[in-house]
T-cell receptor
């Protein structure tokens, strides 16, 4: 069992839909990253958060450290949001390394 | 975005040959990482460096070695490539991963697709 689990693994949506991707982890973490990997392969960091909520454009990330759960929401989804979304936790005791989930593949159709 | 490049971007090699992948960053980041990405596994840490000449193993370090002689360069070497090392390799860097409230983000290179025949 992975220490960081994401759900769903695959997600399809129609343009304009509200999307939620979930991330649960079984280890103690001090912060959590949400990353986006486009079909071309490049990986970019979307958010890094350790509590509460962060918003950037149509993207919203929330985290509840006590419940060991984070969500990434996309409002008014668009085909250009199609990508793999990856969550990764930064360990409490070993803060040098990230622990990655296996990713959620999102496809948004026009 | 941080300036991180990887070379080569694609490589095909034969089993048993040594292979070196290069990661170069221009941001003066202290920390650098090598990951491999395989279907069904997500990103897995191979080795990382927390300073010049300071490196440590990740979860899948067998068959790999690294070197960091300068802040900007982090080399990954496959001593004797095997077919199981066919993968996409990503390099990443960050200023200084911290504890809660000050954790740093990681910046990723474009990836190297390695095929071992």
């Amino acid at each position: 069992k992975n220490e960081v689990e994401q759900s769903p693994q695959n997600l399809t949506a129609q343009e304009g839909e509200f999307i939620t991707i979930n991330c649960s982890y079984s280890v103690g973490i001090s912060a959590l990253h949400w990353l986006q990997q486009h079909p071309g392969g490049g990986i970019v960091s979307l958010f890094m958060l350790s509590s509460g909520k962060k918003k950037h454009g149509r993207l919203i990330a929330t985290i509840n450290i006590q419940e060991k759960h984070s969500s990434l929401h996309i409002t008014a989804s668009h085909p250009r949001d199609s990508a793999v979304y990856i969550c990764a936790g930064l360990g409490v005791y070993n803060t040098d390394k990230l622990i990655f989930g296996t990713g959620t593949r999102l496809q948004v159709f026009p | 975005d941080a300036g991180i490049t990887q070379s080569p971007r694609h490589k095909v090699t034969e089993t048993g040959t040594p292979v070196t992948l290069r990661c170069h960053q221009t941001e003066n980041h202290r920390y650098m990482y090598w990951y491999r990405q395989d279907p069904g596994h997500g990103l897995r840490l191979i080795h990382y460096s927390y300073g010049v000449k300071d490196t440590d193993k990740g979860e899948v370090s067998d068959g790999y070695s690294v070197s960091r002689s300068k802040t900007e360069d982090f080399l990954l070497t496959l001593e004797s490539a095997t077919s199981s090392q066919t993968s996409v390799y990503f390099c990443a860097s960050s200023y200084l991963p911290g504890t809660s409230g000050s954790a740093d983000t990681q910046y990723f290179g474009p990836g190297t697709r390695l095929t071992v025949l």
